[in-house]
């Protein structure tokens, strides 16, 4: 297999495999360039776990109306459709 995009690649091991598995040129490159590629969001805790000022203050955060009148629970579905 052709090796030139080695000077823009980061890991070309990585590169290489996930071509093999399909991957486009760009999203292989992306993926190989990442500085921590195996590292996933989400990883908050459930919001089970939440305090009501915690939940108030992340509904503050992304601009959730009306947020001052909710309770614990209506924060929680506020958030989750938000």
């Known amino acids: 297999m ?6 823009s690649v980061k890991n070309d091991d990585q590169y290489e495999a996930l071509r ?10 992306r993926i190989a360039n990442a500085d921590n ?4 969001g989400g990883k908050s805790d459930p919001y089970e776990d939440w305090t009501h000022e ?12 009306d947020r ?3 309770n614990k629970a209506q924060l929680k ?5 938000h």
């Open 2 to 7: 052709s090796r030139d995009h080695s000077k």
């Open 20 to 29: 093999e598995e399909g991957a486009s040129k760009e999203k292989a490159a």
């Open 37 to 40: 590629p195996g590292k996933k």
């Open 54 to 65: 915690e939940l108030y203050e992340k509904a503050q955060e992304v601009g959730i109306e």
């Open 68 to 70: 001052s009148k909710m």
């Open 77 to 81: 579905r506020a958030l989750r459709s």
